[in-house]
Protein backbone atom coordinates (compact mmCIF):
# COMPACT_ATOMS: atom_id res chain seq x y z
CA UNK A 1 0.00 0.00 0.00
CA UNK A 2 1.16 3.27 -0.62
CA UNK A 3 0.32 6.59 2.00
CA UNK A 4 0.72 10.30 2.15
CA UNK A 5 1.36 11.27 5.70
CA UNK A 6 -0.26 14.75 5.33
CA UNK A 7 0.08 16.17 8.94
CA UNK A 8 2.92 15.10 10.93
CA UNK A 9 5.21 17.43 13.13
CA UNK A 10 8.49 15.49 12.72
CA UNK A 11 11.27 17.59 14.31
CA UNK A 12 9.62 16.16 17.59
CA UNK A 13 9.79 12.23 16.24
CA UNK A 14 13.22 10.09 15.82
CA UNK A 15 14.87 8.98 12.83
CA UNK A 16 13.66 5.55 13.47
CA UNK A 17 10.04 6.91 12.77
CA UNK A 18 10.72 7.86 9.40
CA UNK A 19 12.24 4.58 8.78
CA UNK A 20 9.13 3.33 9.83
CA UNK A 21 6.82 5.09 7.71
CA UNK A 22 8.92 4.69 4.48
CA UNK A 23 9.01 0.86 5.17
CA UNK A 24 4.85 1.26 5.43
CA UNK A 25 4.62 3.23 2.14
CA UNK A 26 4.76 6.47 2.82
CA UNK A 27 5.72 8.39 0.04
CA UNK A 28 5.50 12.02 1.22
CA UNK A 29 4.95 13.73 4.87
CA UNK A 30 3.72 17.45 5.19
CA UNK A 31 5.07 19.21 8.54
CA UNK A 32 2.51 22.23 9.96
CA UNK A 33 4.32 24.63 12.68
CA UNK A 34 3.38 23.80 15.64
CA UNK A 35 3.96 24.80 19.31
CA UNK A 36 6.92 23.24 21.07
CA UNK A 37 5.62 22.57 24.45
CA UNK A 38 7.12 26.08 25.40
CA UNK A 39 6.59 28.84 24.74
CA UNK A 40 9.08 30.74 22.53
CA UNK A 41 10.95 34.19 23.20
CA UNK A 42 11.46 35.63 20.25
CA UNK A 43 10.80 36.40 16.85
CA UNK A 44 13.69 35.03 15.80
CA UNK A 45 13.08 31.72 18.02
CA UNK A 46 10.20 31.17 15.39
CA UNK A 47 12.99 32.27 12.18
CA UNK A 48 15.27 29.35 13.05
CA UNK A 49 11.95 27.13 13.85
CA UNK A 50 11.01 27.80 9.98
CA UNK A 51 14.68 27.58 8.78
CA UNK A 52 14.74 24.03 10.85
CA UNK A 53 11.15 22.96 8.95
CA UNK A 54 12.44 24.58 5.27
CA UNK A 55 16.00 23.21 5.36
CA UNK A 56 16.92 20.67 8.33
CA UNK A 57 14.05 18.30 8.29
CA UNK A 58 13.72 17.51 4.60
CA UNK A 59 17.12 16.66 4.28
CA UNK A 60 16.46 14.22 7.28
CA UNK A 61 13.60 13.14 5.47
CA UNK A 62 15.42 12.12 2.15
CA UNK A 63 17.80 9.98 3.86
CA UNK A 64 14.28 8.17 3.86
CA UNK A 65 13.94 8.43 0.58
CA UNK A 66 10.79 11.03 1.63
CA UNK A 67 9.61 14.13 0.48
CA UNK A 68 9.18 16.88 3.26
CA UNK A 69 6.75 19.53 2.98
CA UNK A 70 5.62 22.18 5.56
CA UNK A 71 3.26 24.58 6.67
CA UNK A 72 4.39 28.54 8.27
CA UNK A 73 2.42 30.22 10.75
CA UNK A 74 2.55 31.44 14.43
CA UNK A 75 0.73 28.78 16.73
CA UNK A 76 -2.32 29.47 18.40
CA UNK A 77 -0.97 28.54 21.66
CA UNK A 78 1.38 31.82 21.63
CA UNK A 79 -1.52 34.14 20.56
CA UNK A 80 -1.96 35.51 23.38
CA UNK A 81 0.95 37.08 22.89
CA UNK A 82 0.08 39.97 20.31
CA UNK A 83 3.53 41.96 19.73
CA UNK A 84 5.65 38.85 19.25
CA UNK A 85 2.42 37.45 16.99
CA UNK A 86 2.96 40.46 14.80
CA UNK A 87 6.67 39.96 14.47
CA UNK A 88 6.38 36.30 13.49
CA UNK A 89 3.88 37.10 11.06
CA UNK A 90 5.68 39.23 9.35
CA UNK A 91 8.77 37.36 8.79
CA UNK A 92 6.91 34.52 7.22
CA UNK A 93 6.61 35.85 4.02
CA UNK A 94 10.32 35.53 4.23
CA UNK A 95 9.58 32.31 3.75
CA UNK A 96 6.94 31.42 1.67
CA UNK A 97 8.82 30.99 -1.76
CA UNK A 98 11.03 28.00 -0.20
CA UNK A 99 10.77 24.81 -2.06
CA UNK A 100 9.12 22.71 0.67
CA UNK A 101 6.67 25.37 1.87
CA UNK A 102 2.82 24.59 0.58
CA UNK A 103 0.98 27.21 2.71
CA UNK A 104 -0.15 28.56 6.04
CA UNK A 105 -0.73 26.49 8.59
CA UNK A 106 -1.40 25.12 11.30
CA UNK A 107 -3.29 28.21 11.93
CA UNK A 108 -6.10 28.11 14.30
CA UNK A 109 -8.14 28.50 18.19
CA UNK A 110 -6.59 27.31 21.23
CA UNK A 111 -8.67 28.38 23.85
CA UNK A 112 -11.13 30.49 21.68
CA UNK A 113 -9.58 33.62 23.02
CA UNK A 114 -10.23 37.17 21.15
CA UNK A 115 -6.32 37.35 20.46
CA UNK A 116 -5.93 34.07 19.15
CA UNK A 117 -9.01 34.98 16.89
CA UNK A 118 -7.63 38.19 15.93
CA UNK A 119 -4.05 36.38 15.15
CA UNK A 120 -6.16 33.60 13.11
CA UNK A 121 -7.43 36.49 11.20
CA UNK A 122 -4.38 38.20 10.60
CA UNK A 123 -3.06 34.80 8.81
CA UNK A 124 -5.83 34.20 6.52
CA UNK A 125 -5.59 37.52 5.48
CA UNK A 126 -1.67 36.97 4.86
CA UNK A 127 -2.20 33.63 3.08
CA UNK A 128 -4.83 35.21 0.72
CA UNK A 129 -2.64 38.09 -0.21
CA UNK A 130 0.23 35.67 -1.22
CA UNK A 131 -2.41 33.38 -2.67
CA UNK A 132 -1.41 30.13 -0.05
CA UNK A 133 -3.27 27.05 0.98
CA UNK A 134 -4.47 27.02 4.28
CA UNK A 135 -4.53 24.28 7.38
CA UNK A 136 -6.50 25.13 9.97
CA UNK A 137 -5.90 23.45 13.92
CA UNK A 138 -9.51 23.20 15.50
CA UNK A 139 -9.32 23.38 19.70
CA UNK A 140 -9.25 20.26 21.83
CA UNK A 141 -11.69 18.60 24.23
CA UNK A 142 -14.47 20.70 25.05
CA UNK A 143 -13.56 23.97 23.22
CA UNK A 144 -13.39 22.34 19.61
CA UNK A 145 -17.12 22.48 19.13
CA UNK A 146 -17.53 26.46 19.42
CA UNK A 147 -13.59 26.90 17.78
CA UNK A 148 -15.05 25.36 14.63
CA UNK A 149 -17.62 27.56 14.30
CA UNK A 150 -15.74 30.52 14.97
CA UNK A 151 -13.19 29.39 12.60
CA UNK A 152 -15.67 28.10 10.16
CA UNK A 153 -17.74 31.87 10.32
CA UNK A 154 -14.41 33.72 10.55
CA UNK A 155 -12.84 32.27 6.57
CA UNK A 156 -16.51 31.93 5.31
CA UNK A 157 -16.61 36.35 5.69
CA UNK A 158 -12.96 36.05 3.95
CA UNK A 159 -14.44 36.25 0.00
CA UNK A 160 -10.78 35.99 -0.69
CA UNK A 161 -10.90 32.38 0.34
CA UNK A 162 -11.92 29.49 -1.80
CA UNK A 163 -12.57 27.09 0.83
CA UNK A 164 -11.70 24.11 -1.81
CA UNK A 165 -7.95 25.31 -0.67
CA UNK A 166 -8.43 25.22 3.09
CA UNK A 167 -8.54 21.76 4.99
CA UNK A 168 -10.18 21.94 8.43
CA UNK A 169 -8.31 19.64 10.44
CA UNK A 170 -8.96 17.37 13.70
CA UNK A 171 -12.74 17.01 12.68
CA UNK A 172 -14.59 14.44 15.22
CA UNK A 173 -18.22 13.87 14.54
CA UNK A 174 -19.67 17.30 16.31
CA UNK A 175 -17.86 19.48 14.02
CA UNK A 176 -17.36 17.35 10.80
CA UNK A 177 -20.45 18.80 8.80
CA UNK A 178 -19.19 22.09 9.64
CA UNK A 179 -16.52 21.99 7.74
CA UNK A 180 -17.66 19.53 4.74
CA UNK A 181 -21.47 21.85 4.57
CA UNK A 182 -19.43 24.88 4.21
CA UNK A 183 -16.94 23.27 0.95
CA UNK A 184 -13.73 23.24 3.17
CA UNK A 185 -11.63 19.68 3.16
CA UNK A 186 -11.88 18.04 6.87
CA UNK A 187 -8.91 16.16 8.36
CA UNK A 188 -9.39 13.67 10.64
CA UNK A 189 -6.59 12.91 13.12
CA UNK A 190 -5.80 9.63 14.29
CA UNK A 191 -4.74 9.90 18.24
CA UNK A 192 -4.50 7.02 20.86
CA UNK A 193 -6.34 8.70 23.56
CA UNK A 194 -8.17 12.62 22.48
CA UNK A 195 -9.37 13.15 19.51
CA UNK A 196 -10.38 10.10 17.24
CA UNK A 197 -9.89 6.48 16.67
CA UNK A 198 -9.14 4.52 13.11
CA UNK A 199 -12.44 3.07 14.12
CA UNK A 200 -14.62 6.53 14.63
CA UNK A 201 -12.56 7.75 11.88
CA UNK A 202 -14.14 4.77 9.48
CA UNK A 203 -17.42 5.53 10.65
CA UNK A 204 -17.04 9.24 9.99
CA UNK A 205 -15.83 8.23 6.12
CA UNK A 206 -19.04 5.54 5.83
CA UNK A 207 -21.28 8.50 6.85
CA UNK A 208 -19.89 11.05 5.11
CA UNK A 209 -18.59 9.58 1.72
CA UNK A 210 -14.84 10.26 1.19
CA UNK A 211 -15.22 13.11 -0.49
CA UNK A 212 -12.78 15.70 0.60
CA UNK A 213 -11.19 13.92 3.38
CA UNK A 214 -7.84 13.44 4.68
CA UNK A 215 -6.27 11.04 7.53
CA UNK A 216 -3.15 12.40 9.98
CA UNK A 217 -1.29 10.89 12.73
CA UNK A 218 -0.16 14.54 13.82
CA UNK A 219 2.54 12.56 15.68
CA UNK A 220 4.55 15.20 17.70
CA UNK A 221 6.21 15.13 21.27
CA UNK A 222 2.81 13.67 22.55
CA UNK A 223 0.83 10.50 22.81
CA UNK A 224 0.71 9.74 19.48
CA UNK A 225 1.38 7.17 16.81
CA UNK A 226 3.38 8.09 13.56
CA UNK A 227 1.95 4.72 11.90
CA UNK A 228 -1.43 5.55 12.58
CA UNK A 229 -2.75 6.30 8.73
CA UNK A 230 -1.75 2.65 7.65
CA UNK A 231 -3.06 1.29 10.70
CA UNK A 232 -6.29 2.87 9.50
CA UNK A 233 -6.04 1.31 6.50
CA UNK A 234 -6.12 -1.86 8.17
CA UNK A 235 -9.54 -0.64 9.97
CA UNK A 236 -10.70 -0.49 6.01
CA UNK A 237 -9.90 -3.51 4.99
CA UNK A 238 -11.27 -5.63 7.90
CA UNK A 239 -14.49 -3.91 7.05
CA UNK A 240 -14.34 -4.79 3.26
CA UNK A 241 -13.10 -1.82 1.59
CA UNK A 242 -11.32 -2.30 -1.24
CA UNK A 243 -8.07 -1.70 -1.65
CA UNK A 244 -9.03 0.77 -4.26
CA UNK A 245 -10.72 2.90 -1.40
CA UNK A 246 -7.91 2.97 1.36
CA UNK A 247 -5.73 4.33 -2.02
CA UNK A 248 -8.10 7.13 -2.58
CA UNK A 249 -8.78 7.87 0.96
CA UNK A 250 -5.09 7.71 2.06
CA UNK A 251 -2.95 8.77 -0.97
CA UNK A 252 -5.36 10.00 -3.60
CA UNK A 253 -7.22 12.63 -1.38
CA UNK A 254 -4.06 13.96 -0.04
CA UNK A 255 -2.52 13.90 -3.20
CA UNK A 256 -5.63 15.86 -4.59
CA UNK A 257 -6.00 18.66 -1.79
CA UNK A 258 -1.82 18.90 -1.85
CA UNK A 259 -1.10 19.10 -5.49
CA UNK A 260 -3.04 22.51 -5.34
CA UNK A 261 0.40 23.53 -4.42
CA UNK A 262 2.68 23.30 -7.74
CA UNK A 263 5.12 22.45 -5.26
CA UNK A 264 3.87 19.36 -4.07
CA UNK A 265 5.49 16.66 -6.29
CA UNK A 266 6.06 12.70 -5.26
CA UNK A 267 9.66 11.09 -5.34
CA UNK A 268 8.40 9.37 -8.60
CA UNK A 269 6.58 12.16 -10.18
CA UNK B 1 -21.23 -4.83 7.45
CA UNK B 2 -23.96 -7.18 8.91
CA UNK B 3 -25.02 -6.39 12.52
CA UNK B 4 -23.60 -9.84 13.23
CA UNK B 5 -20.03 -8.91 11.54
CA UNK B 6 -20.09 -5.55 13.27
CA UNK B 7 -20.48 -7.30 16.53
CA UNK B 8 -18.13 -10.14 15.54
CA UNK B 9 -15.35 -6.93 15.13
CA UNK B 10 -15.91 -4.84 17.69
CA UNK B 11 -18.27 -6.58 20.58
CA UNK B 12 -15.38 -7.78 22.67
CA UNK B 13 -13.12 -4.61 22.36
CA UNK B 14 -16.24 -2.07 23.54
CA UNK B 15 -17.14 -4.56 26.29
CA UNK B 16 -13.78 -3.94 27.66
CA UNK B 17 -14.20 0.01 27.35
CA UNK B 18 -17.70 -0.62 28.61
CA UNK B 19 -16.00 -1.97 32.11
CA UNK B 20 -13.58 0.91 31.88
CA UNK B 21 -15.84 3.32 32.37
CA UNK B 22 -17.64 1.16 34.84
CA UNK B 23 -14.09 1.15 36.78
CA UNK B 24 -13.54 4.27 36.67
CA UNK B 25 -16.82 5.65 38.35
CA UNK B 26 -16.16 3.00 40.69
CA UNK B 27 -12.69 4.48 41.81
CA UNK B 28 -13.77 7.78 41.64
CA UNK B 29 -16.76 6.94 44.53
CA UNK B 30 -14.13 5.54 46.45
CA UNK B 31 -12.25 8.34 46.36
CA UNK B 32 -14.72 10.28 48.24
CA UNK B 33 -15.22 13.94 47.77
CA UNK B 34 -17.58 15.51 45.61
CA UNK B 35 -18.17 15.60 41.87
CA UNK B 36 -16.84 18.74 39.95
CA UNK B 37 -18.32 19.93 36.77
CA UNK B 38 -16.65 17.25 34.83
CA UNK B 39 -18.02 14.45 36.80
CA UNK B 40 -21.65 15.53 36.26
CA UNK B 41 -20.84 16.25 32.73
CA UNK B 42 -19.42 12.46 32.16
CA UNK B 43 -22.80 11.86 33.89
CA UNK B 44 -25.06 13.12 31.67
CA UNK B 45 -23.18 12.14 28.92
CA UNK B 46 -23.58 8.51 29.55
CA UNK B 47 -27.36 8.99 28.79
CA UNK B 48 -26.87 9.28 25.47
CA UNK B 49 -25.48 5.63 25.17
CA UNK B 50 -28.97 4.46 26.08
CA UNK B 51 -30.42 6.43 23.40
CA UNK B 52 -31.95 4.85 20.50
CA UNK B 53 -30.97 7.76 17.88
CA UNK B 54 -28.43 6.79 15.58
CA UNK B 55 -25.36 9.48 16.67
CA UNK B 56 -24.35 8.80 19.91
CA UNK B 57 -21.24 9.71 19.80
CA UNK B 58 -21.96 13.27 18.11
CA UNK B 59 -24.19 13.64 21.00
CA UNK B 60 -21.96 12.72 23.66
CA UNK B 61 -18.64 15.02 22.24
CA UNK B 62 -21.64 17.87 21.85
CA UNK B 63 -22.90 17.36 25.32
CA UNK B 64 -19.23 17.80 26.62
CA UNK B 65 -18.65 21.37 24.51
CA UNK B 66 -19.23 24.69 25.26
CA UNK B 67 -22.12 25.90 23.72
CA UNK B 68 -21.42 29.37 23.54
CA UNK B 69 -20.77 31.26 20.95
CA UNK B 70 -18.14 34.47 21.67
CA UNK B 71 -14.94 34.46 21.70
CA UNK B 72 -13.08 34.64 25.58
CA UNK B 73 -11.64 37.42 27.25
CA UNK B 74 -8.28 35.64 27.28
CA UNK B 75 -7.21 32.02 26.65
CA UNK B 76 -6.63 31.77 30.64
CA UNK B 77 -4.66 28.72 30.82
CA UNK B 78 -3.44 26.42 27.61
CA UNK B 79 -5.18 23.30 28.54
CA UNK B 80 -8.76 22.15 27.75
CA UNK B 81 -10.07 19.96 30.61
CA UNK B 82 -12.83 17.59 28.82
CA UNK B 83 -16.15 19.39 29.75
CA UNK B 84 -17.13 22.30 29.93
CA UNK B 85 -16.68 24.12 33.49
CA UNK B 86 -20.06 26.82 32.58
CA UNK B 87 -20.43 30.27 32.34
CA UNK B 88 -16.86 31.94 31.82
CA UNK B 89 -15.84 29.92 34.71
CA UNK B 90 -12.37 28.09 33.32
CA UNK B 91 -10.52 25.36 35.27
CA UNK B 92 -7.56 27.59 37.46
CA UNK B 93 -4.19 25.99 36.39
CA UNK B 94 -3.00 23.63 39.37
CA UNK B 95 0.81 25.01 40.79
CA UNK B 96 2.39 21.89 38.56
CA UNK B 97 0.98 23.70 35.30
CA UNK B 98 1.87 27.72 35.85
CA UNK B 99 4.55 28.79 34.15
CA UNK B 100 5.47 28.86 30.17
CA UNK B 101 5.95 25.16 30.04
CA UNK B 102 2.55 23.14 29.41
CA UNK B 103 2.10 19.07 28.79
CA UNK B 104 -1.11 19.34 26.52
CA UNK B 105 -1.03 18.45 23.16
CA UNK B 106 -0.27 20.45 20.01
Known amino acids: ?269 | MTRQEVLDLYFVEARAKLVDVAAFLDRAQRAGGVDDFRLKAFRAALGHLRSGQPDRARRVLAGLSDPTTQPSKSAGSKSACGAWAGKATRIPPSPKRRGTRQETKA
Not at chain 1, 25 to 49: I, K, M
Not at chain 1, 57 to 67: D, Q
Not at chain 1, 163 to 176: F, L, S, W
Not at chain 1, 200 to 223: F, H, K, P, Q, T
Request: one cysteine or more.
Open chain 1, 1 to 269: MRFIEPHAHMVSRTTDDYLALATAGCEAVCEPAFWAGFDRGSAEGFRDYFCQLTEHEPRRAAKFGLPHFAWLCFNPKESEDLKLAGEVIALIPEFLDRPNVLGIGEIGLNRNSRNELKVFEQQVDLAARCRQLILVHTPHLEDKLKGTRLIVDAIKSDRRINPARVIIDHVEEHTIELALDAGFWAGITLYPESKCTAARAIDMMEIYGMERLWLNSACDWGVSVPLAVPRAALEMRRRGHSAAAVDRLLHGNPLQFLGQSLKFKLTQD
